[in-house]
C-alpha cells in the first residue's frame, strides 16, 4: 500500500468535471481547473476569504477525507488508491497546491473571487498522507487474526477527531461540511471539489471528501450504482463518529449525482436506527442541519419509500436540486426505465403523482426543490454539472449554508401552491438584499457597491 495520503499546500480551488456520462476527471486525474466564482461574491464584493493564508491557521494544512477504497499498491496504476471496494473506511488527509506559481496568498484571494480569470488556476493533490482506520467500520465478521499486519491499518478515529476539533476550535462557525461524489469519478476528484467547496466557504469549520470506490468507466454504472446503494453503512458510521467524537455543531451534507443514491441510504438507516423519537432528540444526536442533492440520479419512487421510514426527520432540511437541461438524468432514466429524482417534473412520465404533490405540500418546512433551468450557466455542458459550472446554482448552494438563509431568503421565487423555488432574473441582486439583513459588514460594503454604481 502506499502510504504517502497528505494534500500539500492549497493555492487555488478546483473542481474536476463533475459531469455524468461525459467523464468527470480529465487528465492529470489529480488536477483540476478551479471553477467560476460564485456570482454572489461580485467580483470581491462579499469575500468570504480570510486576508491572511488559512493554512497557517487550519492545525492540519489540507483537506481531511474518508474512503472506503481499498489502497493503491506498488505496481497499480492508481497513485493513492484504487477504484475498487475496501472492506474499511481510511481517515486521512491530503494536501493541495493551488495555482501554477509559487503561492501568494493575497493573489489567489483576488483571483479566485473572480468571475472571469485571463489565466488558468488549476488546483493540484501534491500529498496524500493515510492515518489509519475508522474502527467502527470493521464488519462483524471481519477475522482481524486472519490478516497481516500490513494489511491492518491502526486506528485513526481519536486523531481524527482530534484533528477536526482542533480545526473548529479556530473556526467561526463549528460545522463540518461532508461531500460525497458521483459516478465515474477517481479517488482524487472528491478531494479536488471538496478542497473547491471549502475555499469558496472561506475555510470555515472543517470539510471531509467522502470517496466512495466508483470507476472512471462509462461501462461502470451498473457497478457503481450498486456500490453507492450498497456502501452507504460507511457514510452513516461516518456521521455518527463525527457527531459524538466531535464539537461540530451542524453538519451539512452534499450530496451529488449518483453519490445521493448513498447519502439518502444513509439517512434512511439513521431514520430507522432512531424511529420512534422526536426530531429534536435525533438533531440533538446527530446535529445533521443541511443535506443538499444535487443532479441526483436516484429512483423517485425509493425516495418516496425513504421518507416513509423517516428520512426527513434525520436532518433539519432537504434541498433537492433539478434541471430541464439535465441531459446525464435523461440517459439514466433510459437506462433504468424510471424518472430520476434530480429530473424537472412534466413530459411523458414525469408528470407529479396527487399523492406526491401532496406530500411534498405536508412537509414544505423540511424539503425544498430547486428548479436551476432558469439559472446562469445551468445549461453548460450536459446540464449535469451544474453546482459548479452555473455561478447561480453555487451561489445558492453555498449561502444556504454559509448564512444558513432557507430558500425563501435566497432571491428565489416560490411557486404558490409547492414548495418549489426558481431562480429569477434578478437573483443576484435579491439574494444580495437577503445577505444584507443579515450580515451587518456587507450592508455598507453593497450601499457603496450600489452608488457607485448609480454614479456610473
Not at 451542524?250 to 450530496?255: F, N, P, Q
Request: proline share 5%.
Amino acid at each position: 500500500m502506499k502510504t504517502a495520503l497528505l494534500v500539500r499546500s492549497i493555492r487555488t480551488a478546483g473542481v474536476a468535471g463533475l459531469l455524468f456520462f461525459a467523464g468527470c476527471t480529465s487528465a492529470p486525474v489529480d488536477q483540476i481547473e478551479l471553477m467560476p466564482a460564485p456570482d454572489v461574491y461580485g467580483d470581491g464584493l462579499l469575500n468570504p476569504l480570510p486576508e491572511s493564508n488559512p493554512f497557517e491557521r487550519i492545525p492540519y494544512d489540507g483537506i481531511l477525507f474518508a474512503t472506503d477504497r481499498a489502497p493503491a499498491e506498488e505496481d497499480d496504476s492508481e497513485q493513492y488508491y484504487r477504484n475498487d471496494r475496501g472492506h474499511l473506511v481510511r481517515l486521512g488527509l491530503a494536501e493541495i497546491q493551488f495555482g501554477k506559481k509559487e503561492f501568494q496568498w493575497d493573489f489567489a484571494r483576488q483571483v479566485s473571487m473572480l468571475k472571469s480569470r485571463t489565466s488558468e488556476f488549476p488546483v493540484k493533490i501534491s500529498k496524500v498522507e493515510e492515518w489509519g482506520m475508522m474502527g467502527s467500520s470493521v464488519p462483524d465478521w471481519f477475522d482481524m487474526s486472519l490478516v497481516s499486519e500490513d494489511e491492518t491499518p491502526p486506528d485513526a478515529t481519536d486523531r481524527y477527531a482530534e484533528a477536526i476539533n482542533a480545526q473548529l476550535a479556530v473556526s467561526k462557525k463549528k460545522h463540518v461540511y461532508i461531500y460525497v461524489h458521483g459516478y465515474k469519478v477517481v479517488y482524487e476528484n472528491p478531494v479536488l471539489v471538496s478542497a473547491e467547496l471549502w475555499h469558496f466557504l472561506g475555510y470555515e469549520g472543517a470539510f471531509i471528501a467522502y470517496a466512495w470506490p466508483s470507476t472512471p468507466s462509462k461501462f461502470a454504472y451498473i457497478k457503481d450504482s450498486d456500490t453507492s446503494a450498497g456502501y452507504a453503512r460507511h457514510l452513516r458510521l461516518l456521521l455518527e463518529f463525527i457527531a459524538e467524537k466531535t464539537d461540530a455543531e451542524e453538519i451539512h451534507v452534499i450530496g451529488y449525482s449518483n453519490g445521493t443514491r448513498l447519502v439518502t441510504r444513509a439517512m434512511e438507516q439513521l431514520a430507522l436506527i432512531h424511529s420512534g423519537e422526536t426530531d429534536e432528540q435525533i438533531f440533538e444526536q446527530l446535529r445533521i442541519k443541511n443535506v443538499i442533492l444535487v443532479g441526483s440520479d436516484l429512483d423517485r419512487g425509493v425516495f418516496g419509500s425513504y421518507m416513509s421510514d423517516g428520512l426527513l426527520s434525520v436532518s433539519k432540511h432537504t434541498s433537492i436540486y433539478m434541471s430541464k437541461h439535465d441531459r446525464a438524468l435523461g440517459l439514466a432514466q433510459f437506462l433504468t426505465r424510471r424518472q430520476r429524482l434530480g429530473q424537472l417534473w412534466g413530459g411523458k412520465g414525469g408528470e407529479l403523482h396527487p399523492l406526491a404533490r401532496q406530500a411534498m405540500i405536508e412537509n414544505s418546512g423540511r424539503l425544498s426543490f430547486i428548479n436551476v433551468t432558469d439559472a446562469e450557466g445551468s445549461d453548460t455542458g450536459n446540464g449535469h454539472g451544474y453546482f459548479r459550472s452555473s455561478p447561480w446554482a453555487s451561489s445558492d448552494v453555498l449561502m444556504s449554508i454559509y448564512y444558513d438563509l432557507p430558500p425563501g431568503q435566497r432571491g428565489l421565487v416560490s411557486q404558490e401552491d409547492m414548495p418549489i423555488y426558481t431562480f429569477p432574473p434578478d437573483y443576484i441582486t435579491r439574494l444580495w438584499q437577503s445577505i444584507r439583513a443579515v450580515d451587518p459588514e456587507f450592508s455598507e460594503d453593497l450601499e457603496a457597491f450600489m452608488q457607485r454604481q448609480t454614479a456610473n
